[in-house]
């Protein structure tokens, strides 16, 4: 093994500049450890992809060095590239129980082996190589959530995860504020921290403010409450659940997801339901309506989930009935708006009452806001600092909220992902690159999906596609069929007959006057077919569909 | 003319439901005006759709029957659809100037004749058969925004138009509230009024405080200033230049419609200019960077405005250095917000300070909030109303506010497009129905994509097409050449070479099958072909492309 004494190198293989697939490589000398690999929803140019995780070549080129996978918490962006990971590569997997028992649903789902997972709590330290790695704590929206601390021979490194500082958790489990105290005295290398709600002034609202709103809700509700939530929040779940008891209200669950969650949390011990409480979802209607609540997923306004189906009536066992209070218990993510509000929409359609984010309290935020981002660089008074997790401007922010800390720019590491960031115990920089970026997944195909795919996926979505097919004789050199064109996404046909009459008579046109010219080679031919078609349609209807000539022999 | 002198009806073409083509019918006997007549930017799924007009064939099919359109103000949700309905419908069209001046732009740019305008000024009374129509000056994003009074035999209509009720306006020209109170005196029947902001409680802030932060900005800024704004605020756009002046920076126009609309300000005398302010965006150079301010369009992210092109290192004459203080005066539309905060990041990236809505009173909206909604109600005390202007939650929450002034609800009417709500001078009811609906413009295409089109396009967005291509011996009976597969958006074909060889297997196993049952129908061989391997392909891929089988003849 090549001893480095002086030297820990941190790779953010995700996460940087892109809120998602968050996954960094810390790596001390010949063994490497890899923080959280989380998996990121698409953007909306990726046409037709289903996820996309972090391009893991580094990772696979040193697969002898890898010696574990550590997970801050169990969110789909930092757990979610697990199942395509652990597929190329055998690793031991640390988290808290509750991280496992959901990674360990999603790697049934992907047929992949759960054996290498190992459960620890927080304010446990293992030992991995040269690594000694501590969980802390924290809040976040979800439960058991951990910050982590790495110590290195070089220094100690502080990963905060994704966290806020919740005075008044639901679950009475309090930050632990004299751990990050402790390695604040004891002297922090490097800081790598949550950036999200960099933007943010002022301190995100304790969790426990939301049971408040559900109160209110609750109080004023005369019919069913349907309350759609995220169904990894535990703690919001347990909120809804409480209030539904305090009002002596049945609670039914519904959607695959929710089903999930709640089922592992209660076998784990993180929701506490009193004997009774909960009802199937066939059983709703042996109850007056003023005593059910069903709990359920789609507050992103998904097309497939529960409420959406609900909302447009086309859910198998639940429809929307007139004067049902529907509370949608989180704030779209960026990109979900419309979704969220067409949701709404057809919920007042179908008359309920909508409670929902821009007109009451009814969500808060899993992240750490200025305030508490300062008083976490306070108490952990690092020497470096990276931040991580949040789009390039977050980043910024939070640089610059470090800067008004007393921090000197030069410590401080906007890094970009697949950057080598090298530090001893008195000199951090960046000193290389290693292989990173996205890695889509489209169905089954992980990676078969490609630029040139998606530019063909972004022109057909747009004007469609024109196929023109030509039969040829191959002795005589001269047409034996068609010119035949066909269209799909281009115009409704019946109403556009003329023009795929003309278009077909130029194509015929570009032919002769190929035949005239001695233009043989049959790249020459389409070429000239396709600059002809291409630019007659857009002369006549300023559209640039995809024009695709097929010339077959015979 | 067969009078009906105590009916009045109101069918609303567009804007019920929806933010965007705003278009009411009023009809009175057999004489119809018209109240502004809008576009609206195409949804997320209508894929390559340029704009969305509203469907007229109400009017056509009345068109001797219509004597007017009246317009509230020149955004393009109230003039937009003007070229397509001036095309098939020749009625005088009525406005004030600035609006008349925008709109005139829009018609040249379509050929379409602007001789049929005619200029009015708030204060203004015309008469247009039956209709006595009063145009009242309100405050709202674009200069020159009136509200519309509509006296008919039945009694008074007023249409707010979209308003705020700004107590300090930037020109000093204050909401006409004497004159609504005056209406409310006399007795309005109907109240058509802007639901954008019936969520919102509160008052909206007035443009001036705008200007504070501007001057904020512009203190701390000492390099170039570059604003992006909507080009149609003119009075943020004033605001922008009295800044300047008053920080000795002479100002730059960037940007098609921002150059249009600056100019036209200017002309009808909208804009207050000192002489020697406004630079040629080519002399920037010439000035120290602290004395330029760039003014230009792309507030919302739009891929190919200026700002978006700078951002991107993409613009033919402006860069951004280092330095440079970005103002982003204005919110991303709901669809807009992804776009808007890549730009940011762009400009983070490009060494911009960058100043944005999140973090600072950048931007106020044009519209009235709810106290401002209960003033406007009160003032006016209308016998019914009508909520416009917005999504359905919108209506709803406005109706809400409605009753919760003592309205009764019965008097209230939650419309959809092409309802028809007949009113006497004490009844309201809904009678009918009327054609309306979405028209789709795609380049030149009005009207001629439509919802098959629009399947395809998004078939073809998510995984993609395999064209597969067979010529047929007619008198054999037989292949004579082919299958050969060609595909586009599937898959990245070099990797999959084995999927795509697998792929034409099962099409010839298809084919040879056809051929043993004495299947030769075209339609029954296409369909086998594209059964067979549209199974094949989803058990291999999770992939759904769109299956086009092609038949040739020799």
């Known amino acids: 093994m090549a001893r480095q004494p002086g030297k820990v190198q941190i790779i953010p293989l995700g996460g940087m500049g892109e809120i998602g697939k968050n996954m960094t490589v810390i790596r001390y000398g010949d063994e490497i450890i890899v923080v959280d690999a989380g998996l990121m929803f698409p953007e909306d140019d990726m046409l037709g992809i289903d996820l996309v995780i972090p391009d893991i070549s580094y990772l696979l080129d040193n697969r002898e060095l890898v010696k574990a996978i550590v997970l801050t918490h169990g969110h789909e962006d930092h757990i979610g590239a697990l199942p395509y990971v652990l597929k190329q590569l055998s690793v031991p997997v640390y988290g808290t129980r509750l991280t496992l028992g959901i990674l360990e649903g999603r790697l049934k789902e992907n047929n992949v082996s759960a054996s290498n997972l190992h459960a620890v709590k927080s304010g446990d330290q293992i030992q991995i190589g040269h690594f000694s790695i501590g969980f802390i704590r924290v809040s976040h929206s979800i439960a058991d959530s951990v910050a982590l601390s ?226 976490m660089h306070n108490l952990l008074r690092p020497k470096f600092f990276i931040p991580v997790h949040g789009e390039y401007r977050h980043l910024i922010k939070h640089s610059k909220l470090a800067q008004s800390l007393g921090m000197a720019k030069e410590n401080i590491f906007v890094a970009e992902n697949g950057q080598v960031l090298e530090f001893t115990a008195d000199k951090g920089a960046v000193t290389g690159k290693v292989t990173s970026g996205n890695v889509l997944v489209d169905g089954l195909g992980v990676g078969d999906v490609g630029n040139i795919v998606l530019r063909d996926r972004r022109q057909l979505s747009q004007d469609g596609i024109l196929i023109i097919v030509v039969t040829m004789d191959k002795q005589r050199g001269q047409v034996a069929a068609g010119p035949d064109i066909v269209s799909r996404g281009f115009v409704y046909v019946r109403e556009s007959e003329q023009l795929m009459e003309d278009a077909k008579e130029r194509v015929k046109q570009a032919l002769e006057k190929c035949e005239l010219n001695n233009i043989t080679e049959w790249a020459a031919i389409k070429s000239n077919v396709r600059d002809t078609l291409g630019k007659y349609l857009y002369e006549r209807t300023r559209r640039r569909p995809m024009i695709l000539p097929i010339i077959m022999e015979v």
């Open 150 to 375: 790495i110590k290195t021979p070089v220094g100690v490194i502080v990963h905060t995860g994704d966290f806020k500082l919740d005075q008044t958790p639901v679950d009475g489990k309090v930050t632990d504020f004299h751990k990050f105290a402790e390695l604040g005295d004891q002297g922090v290398l490097v800081l790598l921290a949550d950036s999200t709600n960099a933007e943010r002034p002022g301190y995100t609202p304790s969790e426990k403010s939301v049971g408040v709103t559900f109160d209110d809700a609750f109080r004023n509700a005369r019919e069913r409450i349907i309350i759609a939530s995220f169904s990894s929040n535990i703690h919001r779940i347990q909120q809804a659940i409480d209030t539904a008891c305090k009002y002596r209200r049945r609670v039914a669950i519904l959607g695959r997801s929710m089903v999930n969650v709640v089922t592992i949390a209660l076998e784990l011990g993180y929701l506490n339901i009193p004997e009774g409480v909960i009802v199937d979802i066939d059983e709703i209607n042996n109850y007056p309506s003023s005593g059910i609540v069903i709990l359920t997923t789609g507050s992103q306004g998904e097309p497939m989930s529960a409420l959406t189906r609900m909302a447009m009536s086309d859910h198998k066992k639940v429809e929307i009935i007139p004067g049902d209070t529907v509370i949608i218990s989180a704030t779209p993510i960026p990109g979900n708006e419309k979704l969220v509000s067409r949701t709404i929409d057809f919920l007042f359609r179908q008359g309920a009452e909508v409670v929902y984010e821009s007109t009451s309290g009814i969500h808060v935020s899993g992240h750490a806001s200025q305030e508490e981002l300062k008083l």
